[in-house]
């Protein structure tokens, strides 16, 4: 809705009011079309404000929408009748004007912003471009090659940035409403001819062509096969070449193709589903709204190791005090130079002054005693970090968060050593920490709502996108990360290169394939869990028996690479070669080729042509039937949780949704039936039977995914 008032005598004020973001529902956009009509007959109105209500402007179109039968007035001509009254419009922009709110702004004859507000067109990122009139009146007011920066990458600016581009007139640090006003009193009356953005000409910069053909293949190279990217270079592209009218037709067309796509219905899922694994709740009945979190001005950080450096750097740059415990010298000499070269790093970045203050540090664990939470990142042995827990629990202050940074150790047996159980929980960062998006929180059997609570509360200050997830091996995100890999190794045994593997993924969209992946991680990573799993047996015996441990398929091939001392990036070979040890271009390289053919005769296996489209199934499936055991388990509320932790912390792309999303698009049906199909060819491999959630999903009907909750929940509730 919009409401029109007239203030300081002369201005028509109209209030966009639709809570929390004034979003541009059919009721907005009713009410604006309205408002506007009645200030531009109306004698008294002289010029007229336009400003959203509670201190945002306006986040856009309304997104719920889009998925429903869309009615009301169309955008476009709501915009064309502002910028063609005859009275000055001028935009008070507060908070947000992102999408259609910077459209309806751009229709304005002016644009007065608070130095908080941010600015954008980030309809790229939701599958879209900014189809009312958005990528036709941006060029023209800032340019081709700004617009085409703002659009293509769909980033929000600060006000100081706008002002720069020309994108507003003027920046307050005021009350925005009252500047706006003073403003539309001191224009009222003047010529509006030079105002109307949608008559300018396109300001055509030299070398156009090679401007756009630079443009297309920077995005076509970023955009892992998302379409929106390069439908708004073209839609750029037709502002800057053809008349307006025509330019709005192109970006008709244009947005009529993306409006209905897969990628656009995937990453508005993305979007909702960011926003939804806030909303947490544990089996236990926790819930996000209605447990309390702690405060936490003092951490502490333990082992500064790559991922410590990268929690205390994350956690100082919140704003916390930290302490950063390291006992081996080295260690901590090396931490010290790395932790402020990141933090110097990271504050130029931002613009703002390095916290390098914020970081204490100790070789002494006592350092401890008077923090409010503990991060432990010590190095990934249960032993180890017993030990620590045993000293954490007596030397921390009562009610003092004690948590683990394992990825996929026992957070139960963790709390088990300690005193007080229910203040110990799993915060699962991801490297490097200061910069991944990711943190999987993990309760266990004990840990107590406020802790949880806390833990989420802490994780959503540092800026990352928070997932509560209960306690497992691997958790969500590396419980699954199993089956994907072990079927990546037996498509090698089978006939396949990690070239092929790894080309099939990463056009899928993945932005690194599971090989080159691997190498960057480190082989012997896995290799040390899988010798504490009791699965290694070293040397090349041959005979299908060496391909099984505890009586399922088991392929050697990782550990054979890491016997002769192949660990990837870091020894410059792994499953390509480098140039150099720490090197980071993989180049295919012979001596694989030749090891997987000898390996193959070794133990009998006739290599066979396997396509893309195999190696998409076998690896995604597997994965994926995985993710509807976590599910089944309990481990995971919903399909989101899964979802964006594989969106944010494992390179899934996000233009296909996470894998749940991605099952539900490929269709349940099928995602069954390839699973029995390649179970019944591998009967050896458990992975590929698929989960009775799975079955039982399809048995109803394949519901949509927003209901795949309640199938849970009758599930659980007959168990
Ligand atoms: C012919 C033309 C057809 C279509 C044209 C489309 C052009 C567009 O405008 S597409 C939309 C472009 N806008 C955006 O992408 C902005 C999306 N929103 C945000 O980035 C943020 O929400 C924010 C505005 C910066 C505010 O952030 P914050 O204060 O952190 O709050 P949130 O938790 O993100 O959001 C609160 C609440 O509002 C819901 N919401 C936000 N924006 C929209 C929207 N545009 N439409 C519908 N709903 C929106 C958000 O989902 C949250 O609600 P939940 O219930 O928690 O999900």
């Not at 205390?312 to 081996?328: D, I, N, P, R, Y």
């Not at 006939?495 to 992946?517: H, I, N, Q, Y």
């Not at 991605?662 to 390839?674: C, H």
Request: with cysteine; hydrophobic share 40%.
């Amino acid at each position: 809705m919009a409401q029109l008032s007239i203030v300081s005598g002369s201005v028509g004020l109209i209030t966009l009011q639709n809570p929390p973001v004034n979003a541009l529902s059919a009721a907005v956009r009713q009410g604006i079309v309205d408002t506007v009509e009645k200030a531009l007959s109306d004698p008294k109105v002289k010029s007229v404000v336009i400003r959203g209500q509670n201190g945002v402007f306006c986040g856009g179109a309304d997104i719920k929408e889009f998925g429903t039968k869309m009615t009301g007035p169309h955008l476009i001509p709501m915009i064309h009748a502002i910028e063609a009254g005859n009275k000055p419009m001028v935009a008070a922009i507060e908070g947000s004007a992102l999408g259609g709110g910077l459209e309806l702004a751009l229709g304005c004859h002016y644009r007065v912003a608070h130095s908080k507000a941010r600015l954008g067109l980030p309809e790229v990122t939701l599958g879209l471009l900014p189809a009312a009139a958005g990528s036709q009146r941006l060029p023209r007011l800032i340019g081709v090659p700004a617009a085409l920066n703002l659009i293509t990458t769909g980033r929000h600016v600060t006000a100081a940035e706008a002002l720069q581009l020309g994108i507003v007139d003027q920046v307050t640090d005021h009350d925005t409403v009252d500047t706006a006003v003073k403003f539309a009193l001191n224009v009222a009356g003047q010529s509006l001819d030079a105002r109307r953005i949608s008559t300018f000409p396109c300001p055509r910069p030299a070398e156009l062509d090679a401007l756009f053909e630079d443009a297309m293949q920077k995005v076509r190279k970023s955009a892992r096969g998302a379409i929106a990217p390069v439908a708004c270079v073209q839609a750029v592209r037709a502002a800057a070449t053809l008349p307006y009218a025509e330019g709005l037709e192109r970006e008709r067309e244009l947005m009529a193709t993306l409006f209905n796509s897969g990628q656009a219905r995937a990453l508005q899922y993305c979007f909702f589903a960011q926003r939804a694994v806030g909303r947490w709740s544990t089996p236990s009945g926790a819930r996000w709204d209605t447990s309390k979190p702690v405060p936490v001005p003092k951490a502490a950080v333990i082992g500064l190791g790559t991922m410590g450096r990268g929690i205390a750097v994350a956690l100082a740059q919140t704003g916390l005090s930290v302490v950063a415990v390291e006992t081996q010298e080295k260690q901590m000499m090396e931490a010290k130079q790395a932790v402020s070269g990141m933090l110097e790093r990271g504050a130029k970045r931002r613009g703002v002054a390095p916290v390098s203050d914020k970081i204490s540090y100790s070789g002494n664990i006592r350092a401890v005693a008077d923090v409010d939470l503990v991060i432990e990142a010590v190095f990934e042995d249960m032993a180890v970090k017993e030990k620590l827990f045993q000293q954490l629990s007596a030397i921390c202050k009562p009610g003092a968060l004690l948590c683990t940074n394992t990825s996929a150790l026992d957070v139960d047996h963790l709390a088990s050593q300690t005193r007080n159980p229910e203040l110990v929980v799993g915060m699962h960062f991801f490297a490097p920490a200061h910069v991944m998006k990711l943190l999987e929180v993990v309760y266990g059997r004990r840990s107590s709502t406020q802790a949880v609570a806390t833990a989420m509360q802490l994780g959503k200050k540092m800026g990352k996108v928070s997932v509560a997830v209960g306690n497992c091996r691997g958790f969500v995100g590396n419980r699954m990360l199993k089956p994907y890999i072990e079927q990546a190794f037996y498509l090698l045994e089978e006939g396949a290169t990690p070239e092929l593997v790894d080309r099939a993924l990463e056009e899928f969209g993945f932005s690194m394939g599971v090989f080159r992946m691997s190498d960057l991680s480190g082989l012997d990573v896995g290799w040390r869990v899988r010798k504490g799993d009791g699965l290694v047996e070293p040397g090349l015996a041959s005979g299908p028996s060496a391909r099984v441990r505890q009586g399922r398929r088991y392929s050697p091939l990782g550990d054979l690479l890491c016997e002769q001392g192949r660990f990837g990036q870091k020894t410059g070979r792994g499953w390509y070669q480098y140039e150099k040890p720490g090197g980071r271009v993989a180049r295919s390289d012979p001596w694989l080729h030749s090891f997987l053919e000898g390996y193959r005769a070794r133990h009998g296996l006739v290599a066979r042509r396997i396509d893309h489209e195999e190696v998409l199934e076998r690896c995604l499936y597997a994965l994926i039937n995985e993710g509807f055991h976590i599910l089944e388990d309990g481990i995971a509320a919903g399909p989101e949780d899964i979802d964006v932790i594989y969106v944010f912390g494992y390179g899934w792309p996000r233009h296909r949704g996470g894998p749940m999303f991605y099952a539900g698009m490929v269709g349940l049906a099928k995602v069954l039936e390839r699973l029995e199909h390649y179970h019944q060819a591998h009967p050896d491999v458990p992975h590929l039977q698929p989960c009775s959630l799975l079955r039982r999903l399809v048995a109803s009907g394949s519901p949509p995914i927003h209901k795949w909750r309640e199938v849970i929940r009758k599930l659980h509730s007959h168990l």
